[in-house]
């Protein structure tokens, strides 16, 4: 591969590209139902823990062991590391979780419900651009191959796939309150507009820390599922539609499985 970064920047704005898309429902007729969006949501979960498990761990503790290193400990510590280091940043960043719940979190600031709710989904989609230019800088620049370019293409198609639904939940409240069309779904992309950077940063660690590439993907992988458990599933079974949801996420664990056997 000869950029990683670009590459990885390119995967960053591929993952924006489609919350711009799911935000576009806004200029839909009908917003889509409750029962679509549980879906769809749990979809996303399951395709971010299937991410997280074949693209980012499993890889992971390939390279520690071609590193000479026990396999699981890297794996343990840094997927420890990247859960921890997102409760660190719920627990002072102000923001709102997606959800009726409508409480904001982290330290108390006078900013609108508005500013609130784009940092809450800006918060977990930064570890998944992480994610995704952590997959490239190691498909480019991992000496013992476990990492491929099919692999970070697959994290990359998965990560954008779940990123509609996400879009069309942060635009669709704000179009109910009325805000314009528009204006809903600029602030839906928005929340997503950090996934490129977040990409560079992912390529970069990588490119100054490849002994420590193993420890990276499983932080990458703990930041993501910290973001599936604590506000994805939980969101999308508030509603009742527990047996929607969950069908969503076997089927969006089975996909990203599938892809990332398939391009890896």
């Given at each position: ?68 290193m026990v396999p699981w400990i890297p794996a343990v510590v840094g997927f420890l ?128 820390m490849l002994a420590l590439l193993p420890y990276l993907m499983a932080l990458a ?44």
């Amino acid at each position: 591969m000869e950029s990683p970064i670009l590459y990885a920047f390119l995967g960053g704005l591929f993952t924006w590209g489609l919350t711009a898309l799911g935000a576009a429902s806004v200029f839909l007729a009908k917003e889509p139902s409750r029962k679509l969006l549980d879906g769809m949501l749990g979809f996303a979960a399951g395709v971010m823990l299937a991410a997280s498990v074949f693209s980012l761990l499993l890889p992971g503790m390939e390279m520690a062991e071609a590193q000479g290193m026990v396999p699981w400990i890297p794996a343990v510590v840094g997927f420890l590391l990247g859960g921890g280091l997102l409760r660190l940043i719920d627990r002072f960043l102000p923001h709102v979780h997606l959800g009726p719940k409508d409480v904001p979190e982290g330290l108390k600031a006078l900013w609108r419900r508005t500013t609130l709710l784009i940092l809450g989904v800006t918060l977990h989609n930064f570890p998944e651009g992480l994610a995704v230019g952590v997959a490239f800088g190691a498909a480019g620049l991992d000496p013992t191959g476990a990492a491929t370019l099919g692999g970070a293409i697959a994290l990359a198609v998965g990560i954008g796939l779940q990123n509609m639904p996400e879009g069309l939940a942060v635009a669709w409240p704000l179009r109910r309150a009325g805000m314009p069309a528009a204006k809903a779904w600029f602030y839906g992309q928005l929340s997503a507009i950090v996934e490129p950077l977040g990409a560079v940063l992912g390529a970069l660690l990588v490119a100054e820390m490849l002994a420590l590439l193993p420890y990276l993907m499983a932080l990458a992988a703990g930041a993501m599922v910290f973001v599936i458990v604590e506000e994805i599933i939980p969101e999308s079974q508030a509603e009742g539609n527990g047996d929607i949801s969950t069908f969503g996420v076997m089927t969006g664990f089975a996909l990203m499985m599938a892809l990332d056997v398939a391009l890896g």
